[in-house]
């Protein structure tokens, strides 16, 4: 056998981090996460709910000093008759809260912490019913969407896929991590953990395992189309992360330089820019360029995601354009409806990426979330190509916000 075979590729980063934390997880030990993936930048100190003994909920309280919460899933907290508490105008960061419960029989007061082990446990329990709690009490339930973090990519969702990942029940007890009256910062978080021995994991590398190892994308259908722009092959995905389908719209031309990296352009939905033309926005003109620059490379990719209006979907994008219409920009429209100023997530970019086999690629962007999001998926980005259109004087107030307020690069010189 030659030495170079014997070559091992460096562990995966994230492997690494999850590996080290479901170890602990399957032991019935603490462990933290940290969010660094959308908006929210909380620090949760979370451990199995079906090993969450009365010592080791004591010890959650005592360093972590938060509220103690159970992970679930809707479906389950509806069965508990614990449903979400409704939270008018509340940033999408903050955990989704259910109706407090308590352990029917076996507890006293319910806030020692053997009563909030029981009532933990029994929240973890597969057989337990709406009728073995109390409502309100003092565990509180924090649902999680049935994709978990990779459909929230925060910290009660990515320790309650933890559970999952490490083949237990899933509910995880979760505390957000106090500094004195304040919440732990997320840079302070790897001291935190150095004393208190806890391992340490960010929702990105929770994401990215996920991502890496589980197949969550599936071709139903392709064939050739005819554009402006020449000859694609478009295929269509299917999404077990978010339940939409996407499209990618493939070219590789055999005149294309050998080894050379493909094109990517990752565009999300826009219905009013890209087929209405609407002059509010520059999606439709990015998305034509994209669609040249792609076909004179002569090999690449668009991935068409179904993220409207950011992620907010179509009905509450045509909602913020009105309070835009009445003076806000696009990041304070999206607020006052309650979203954080960009929901997109990129997690079935990944996978579609990687059943492409495009984990190389340079990327037309202006956005530098979009970087940062595809490499902390694995993607690696070997270059980028800006894609800077023409401004107007109807889209040159969006694309100012888009540079002052969400750092989009929109000088080709810049990044």
């Given at each position: 056998?030659?030495?170079?075979s014997?070559?091992?590729?460096p562990?995966d980063p994230?492997d690494?981090?999850?590996?080290r934390?479901l170890?602990?997880?399957?032991?019935?030990?603490i462990?933290?996460?940290?969010?660094?993936?959308?908006?929210?930048?909380?620090?949760?100190?979370?451990?199995?709910g079906?090993?969450?003994?009365a010592?080791v909920?004591?010890?959650?309280?005592?360093?972590?000093?938060?509220?103690?919460?159970a992970?679930m899933?809707?479906?389950?907290?509806?069965?508990?008759?614990?449903?979400?508490?409704?939270?008018?105008?509340?940033?999408?960061?903050?955990?989704?809260?259910?109706?407090?419960?308590?352990?029917?029989?076996?507890?006293?007061?319910?806030?020692?912490?053997?009563?909030?082990?029981?009532?933990?446990?029994l929240?973890?329990?597969?057989?337990?019913?709406?009728a073995?709690?109390?409502?309100?009490?003092h565990?509180?339930?924090?649902?999680?969407?049935?994709?978990?973090?990779?459909?929230?990519?925060y910290?009660?969702?990515a320790a309650?896929?933890?559970?999952?990942?490490?083949?237990?029940?899933?509910?995880?007890?979760v505390s957000?991590v106090?500094?004195?009256?304040?919440?732990?910062?997320?840079?302070n978080?790897?001291?935190f953990?150095?004393?208190?021995?806890?391992?340490m994991?960010?929702?990105?590398q929770?994401?990215?395992?996920?991502?890496h190892?589980?197949?969550?994308?599936?071709?139903?259908s392709?064939?050739?189309?005819e554009?402006?722009?020449?000859?694609?092959?478009?295929?269509?995905?299917?999404?077990?992360?978010?339940?939409?389908?996407?499209i990618?719209?493939l070219?590789?031309?055999?005149?294309r330089?050998?080894?050379?990296?493909?094109?990517?352009?990752?565009?999300?939905?826009?219905?009013?820019?890209?087929?209405?033309?609407?002059?509010?926005?520059?999606?439709?003109a990015?998305?034509a360029?994209?669609?040249?620059?792609?076909?004179?490379?002569?090999?690449?990719?668009?991935?068409?995601?179904?993220?409207?209006?950011?992620?907010i979907?179509?009905?509450q994008?045509?909602r913020?354009?009105?309070?835009q219409?009445?003076?806000?920009d696009?990041?304070?429209?999206n607020?006052?409806l309650?979203?954080?100023?960009d929901?997109?997530?990129?997690?079935?970019?990944?996978?579609?990426?990687?059943?492409?086999?495009?984990?190389e690629?340079?990327?037309?962007?202006?956005?530098?979330?979009?970087?940062?999001?595809?490499?902390q998926?694995?993607?690696?980005?070997?270059r980028?190509?800006?894609i800077?259109?023409?401004p107007t004087?109807?889209?040159?107030?969006?694309?100012?916000?888009?540079?002052?307020?969400?750092?989009h690069?929109?000088?080709?010189?810049?990044?």
């Amino acid at each position: 056998m030659s030495s170079d075979s014997q070559i091992q590729p460096p562990p995966d980063p994230a492997d690494v981090a999850v590996e080290r934390a479901l170890h602990a997880v399957r032991q019935g030990k603490i462990v933290v996460v940290v969010e660094d993936v959308s908006d929210g930048g909380s620090v949760f100190a979370a451990l199995p709910g079906q090993y969450a003994t009365a010592a080791v909920v004591n010890e959650l309280a005592t360093h972590a000093r938060g509220i103690v919460g159970a992970t679930m899933t809707f479906a389950r907290a509806d069965a508990l008759h614990c449903q979400a508490l409704e939270r008018k105008r509340a940033p999408a960061s903050l955990p989704r809260y259910g109706i407090s419960i308590e352990a029917a029989r076996g507890t006293s007061t319910g806030i020692s912490a053997a009563d909030r082990s029981l009532t933990v446990q029994l929240a973890a329990d597969p057989a337990a019913t709406a009728a073995d709690f109390v409502r309100p009490g003092h565990i509180m339930p924090i649902l999680v969407p049935i994709r978990g973090c990779l459909e929230r990519a925060y910290g009660p969702e990515a320790a309650h896929d933890l559970t999952l990942l490490a083949g237990l029940q899933p509910c995880a007890a979760v505390s957000h991590v106090l500094d004195g009256l304040d919440p732990l910062l997320p840079e302070n978080a790897e001291r935190f953990c150095e004393v208190r021995g806890w391992p340490m994991v960010r929702v990105s590398q929770v994401v990215a395992y996920r991502t890496h190892h589980e197949r969550l994308v599936h071709v139903v259908s392709e064939g050739p189309v005819e554009t402006q722009q020449g000859p694609f092959q478009i295929r269509i995905y299917e999404s077990d992360i978010d339940g939409e389908s996407h499209i990618a719209l493939l070219r590789d031309s055999p005149e294309r330089a050998v080894g050379s990296v493909p094109l990517v352009r990752l565009h999300s939905q826009c219905l009013t820019g890209d087929i209405l033309h609407s002059r509010r926005c520059d999606c439709g003109a990015q998305l034509a360029e994209s669609m040249e620059r792609i076909a004179k490379y002569g090999h690449g990719a668009i991935v068409y995601l179904r993220q409207e209006g950011r992620g907010i979907g179509l009905v509450q994008k045509i909602r913020a354009y009105a309070l835009q219409d009445q003076g806000s920009d696009t990041v304070d429209a999206n607020l006052q409806l309650g979203f954080a100023p960009d929901e997109r997530d990129y997690a079935v970019a990944a996978q579609i990426l990687r059943d492409l086999d495009m984990t190389e690629i340079a990327l037309l962007t202006n956005n530098p979330h979009k970087i940062t999001a595809l490499r902390q998926l694995g993607i690696q980005i070997v270059r980028r190509e800006p894609i800077v259109v023409q401004p107007t004087a109807d889209n040159i107030r969006y694309l100012q916000t888009k540079r002052d307020r969400m750092g989009h690069w929109l000088d080709p010189a810049q990044g």
